[in-house]
């Protein structure tokens, strides 16, 4: 018994440390880490818990017709949903309706738009990381004076993703929308030369934030 003592003694004093104590602690730093790898890192950087998040995204905003476009200016709402495949790229499929009203009458109006975007972050693991934009679109215009139409269009834009938590990100973003309008009755269109044949094409940009949940 007190052979083992001592040889215990002289090989946890090998070389003057305390090889005991160095294990045990490496062990224990280890253990930490192998638990909880990615918090610290978030912590750090603010990044998203996982390489390819799914996330889920409210957001509001303001959305600015063409002049040509006989729908006011109006306030909007939409739901987002994303998915990464490569930590700088999400492909996203968000719904907005924008409660509006004509320029002309004053009747009760609606925009609901449909999108496909995808997102280009190269530096998604930054706290604050700025990004593009690119996309297709198909808003519907409603009217209670105006036939129905379809507008398709072409997105592109600017965003800034704030990592509030590894969890939470609030994204400011500017979209520009080249769309296809034909309101074959509407006549500030034809004014402007469409005939009920032709199709006009038309910028429009609309200023949101949104509040992202990663998953």
Known sequence: MAWALAAGGAVGAVGGVDVVSVVSLAGAVGAVSVASP??????EGGAWPVAHPLELSIYAGSWNFNQTIHFRDDALLGLRGGMGFVPWLQLELELDEITTSSRRDGAAARATSVAMHGRIEPWGHWRVSPGLVAGVSFMALEDDTDPDAIAEGLDVGVHARINVTPHVAVRPEIVGRYQSVRLVDDSQLRAAG?????TRYLWSVGYRVGVGFAF
């Open 194 to 198: 469409a005939t009920d044949a032709e």
């Open 38 to 43: 990615q918090p610290a890192r978030a912590a």
